[in-house]
């Protein structure tokens, strides 16, 4: 099946570094959504994505969706402990079906020690 | 928070009883999915529904089927459970689909222990 290949699968952060991460694709989609999943929590929309090349931001976070329409990435600035969770990107291919959301792996920020 | 309670949000249970987790919203969306969540595994998509008694498969239906009968409920069923299906399940909602801008909202999950 369709599949998203999410990258890093987690990483470090010190507070005030910039973070950045990306899903990519093997066809093209027409929807790009980023996710933050704290423990225990169900995960929470952070920025939703229809247009290629599109740019959107969300405070310190700014997402965009890739020109080929097979790629996306999400860019958090300056960040802060409570950044710390699980991150995922979700998307609907553009020939498949339009309920079909399909999730990546996960990226997982966590603090350095 | 997007009105959507799952119920149980835990339960522990046998293998080979059936087993029935609902899905309840109140923000008239027509679109509903569960996923479950598995460590290494991310979510994957089990069952949606693009509205009432419209339901199709994900990427891991087998042994798994749903129901729609209101908008507001979407029931997923373990008709005899197995180990296997040890997991957190969790319910979401979009008002629309894949090309007219789809925002899945999530609810708080079941955990759900197969033993």
């Known amino acids: 099946g369709q599949q998203l290949n999410q990258s890093p699968q987690s990483m470090f952060i010190q507070e005030g570094e910039d973070v950045s991460m990306n899903c990519t694709s093997s066809s093209i989609f027409n929807t790009w959504l980023w996710y933050k999943q704290d423990p225990g929590e169900g995960p929470v929309l952070l920025i939703a994505?229809?247009?290629?090349?599109e740019l959107t931001s969300n405070g310190r976070l700014t997402a965009q969706f890739g020109i080929t329409r097979k790629d996306s990435f999400l860019n958090i600035s300056a960040s802060i402990p409570s950044d710390v969770g699980i991150y995922f990107c979700?998307?609907?291919?553009?020939?498949?079906?339009?309920?079909?959301?399909?999730f990546g792996k996960g990226t997982k920020l966590s603090v350095k020690p | 928070d997007a009105g959507i309670t799952q119920s149980p949000r835990h339960k522990v249970t046998e293998t080979g009883t059936p087993v029935t987790l609902r899905c309840h919203q109140t923000?008239?969306?027509?679109?509903m999915y569960w996923y479950r969540q598995d460590p290494g595994h991310g979510l994957r998509l089990i069952h949606y529904s693009y509205g009432v008694k419209d339901t199709d498969k994900g990427e891991v239906s087998d042994g798994y089927s749903v129901s729609r009968s209101k908008t507001e409920d979407f029931l997923l069923t373990l008709e005899s459970a197995t180990s296997s299906q040890t997991s957190v399940y969790f319910c979401?909602?979009?008002?629309?689909?894949?090309?007219?801008?789809?925002?899945?909202?999530f609810g708080q999950g079941t955990r759900l222990t197969v033993v």
């Open positions: 979700a998307g609907t291919d553009y020939g498949g079906s339009q309920g079909n959301l399909i």
């Open positions: 923000e008239n969306h027509r679109y």
């Open positions: 979401a909602i979009s008002e629309s689909g894949g090309s007219s801008g789809v925002r899945a909202f």
């Open positions: 994505l229809y247009k290629a090349g």
